[in-house]
């Protein structure tokens, strides 16, 4: 061996070449030379991973808009056909009782605007007691009541049918609450026009029936966007159907026509009946 030393490293006795042990003092002349052959057992350092920075709750909101109602709101109008994960379950359900909110409040000022047209056709003495009978009898805030009930129950209807045929030709169950939010996001334009429709209905005369037709105008993007987020939202994202999603559509609106129909029909039968009724009796006791 090359490596052997020639004395013994404890009391430098001569060695033999390949002497495992010193004669003169025993000591283990191999063994010494095998622990300097070893490497140093002392692990090396391993590479720390890298530290990922925490963010700021600034910085988690705006990584996720889902959190804040506003921000949420926002980001759906930049991208109405994108489901955000991880919304709150009622922020579907805020945009569209606040649709509703503003779709009243603009029925109802046009229902105001409409008595106001038709008490102008009216003598002095008519006209000034039915303004007091009208004021004083609180119809105009019983029918905008009226109204906001019937508009939630109408938004129910294209909830509940287009989630039943989501369903279907998915045939997979999905969280309510998810479509809801989803439903709303594709619909939260709708919350403009209402207000825009809300605005004008302030600013247009009662007499000018010009302007009242501009008013009435804005109504149509309204029944527009609404009927293409009930489609839309049956077929969106489903890359194997159940059934043919042409079909699928024909079937959820006759389903609504039916639906609204029917609905129509009750309304008409216990609300409008009533109103009407209630009309006529203050314009006798008016007279």
Not at 2 to 26: I, M, R, V, Y
């Amino acid at each position: 061996m090359t490596d052997q030393p020639k004395f013994c490293p404890h009391c430098g006795n001569e060695l033999k070449p390949d002497a495992q042990f010193c004669p003169q003092c025993g000591y283990a002349v191999g063994a010494a030379l095998n622990e300097t052959a070893q490497p140093d057992p002392t692990p090396a350092a391993q590479p720390q991973p890298a530290q990922t920075e925490t963010p700021t709750p600034t910085a988690r909101r705006t990584a996720n808009p889902s959190g804040n109602y506003f921000n949420w709101y926002f980001a759906t109008l930049r991208h109405p056909s994108q489901d955000l994960p991880g919304t709150n379950r009622f922020f579907g359900l805020i945009s569209l009782v606040a649709e509703a909110l503003l779709l009243s409040l603009t029925l109802v000022m046009l229902s105001q605007k409409l008595t106001t047209m038709a008490i102008r056709t009216m003598d002095q003495y008519a006209a000034a007691e039915l303004s007091r009978v009208l004021n004083v009898n609180g119809l105009i805030f019983k029918t905008g009541l009226t109204l906001f009930f019937l508009v939630i129950i109408g938004y129910a209807i294209y909830v509940g049918i287009s989630y039943a045929f989501r369903r279907i030709i998915t045939g997979e169950a999905q969280n309510f609450w998810d479509f809801l939010n989803h439903f709303a996001g594709v619909t939260n334009l709708l919350l403009i026009f209402n207000l825009i429709t809300f605005l004008l209905g302030l600013i247009t005369g009662a007499g000018n029936l010009s302007s009242l037709s501009i008013f009435l105008l804005f109504l149509v993007p309204a029944n527009i966007l609404i009927s293409a987020a009930f489609i839309f939202i049956i077929i969106d994202d489903v890359p194997t159907p159940r059934m043919d999603k042409f079909y699928a559509v024909l079937l959820a609106e006759l389903a609504l026509a039916v639906a609204f129909a029917i609905f129509g029909f009750i309304a008409a039968n216990l609300v409008g009946g009533s109103i009407v009724s209630y009309v006529e009796s203050l314009y006798n006791s008016a007279l």
